[in-house]
Nanobody, 115 residues
Framework: QVQLVESGGGLVQPGGSLTLSCAAS????????MGWYRQAPGKQRELVATITSGGNTNYVDSVKGRFTISRDNAKNTMYLQMNSLKPEGTAVYYCNRDSNHLLPWGQGTQVTVSS
């Protein structure tokens, strides 16, 4: 079973930047289409960005042009570069497969956008 560990969150002012990391415990990660999800307080978890094993990416409209998803298959690691952060970006961010067959969720990493 693949284990996922997210890191890199923190407190940032509006307009600031953060880079999140997702480390997977097994090399099978490299063949999976992966995604970054977020869950804001009182809201459902949403998928905000995806990346295929070959590096094709897709984003939800609300983050297009500001977030960049990437992966390093040799390191079993995925990243989310977040620029021009907005207060509505405050959430716990998780990584997982982009699939109906999800892996066990990690603990997530908290991102708080506030002045």
């Amino acid at each position: 079973q693949v284990q996922l560990v997210e890191s890199g969150g923190g407190l940032v002012q509006p307009g600031g930047s953060l880079t999140l990391s997702c480390a997977a415990s097994r090399s099978i990660f490299s063949i999976l289409t992966m995604g970054w999800y977020r869950q804001a307080p009182g809201k459902q978890r949403e998928l905000v960005a995806t990346i295929t094993s070959g590096g094709n990416t897709n984003y939800v409209d609300s983050v297009k042009g500001r977030f960049t998803i990437s992966r390093d298959n040799a390191k079993n690691t995925m990243y989310l570069q977040m620029n021009s952060l907005k207060p509505e970006g405050t959430a716990v961010y998780y990584c997982n497969r982009d699939s109906n067959h999800l892996l066990p969720w990690g603990q997530g990493t908290q991102v708080t956008v506030s002045s």
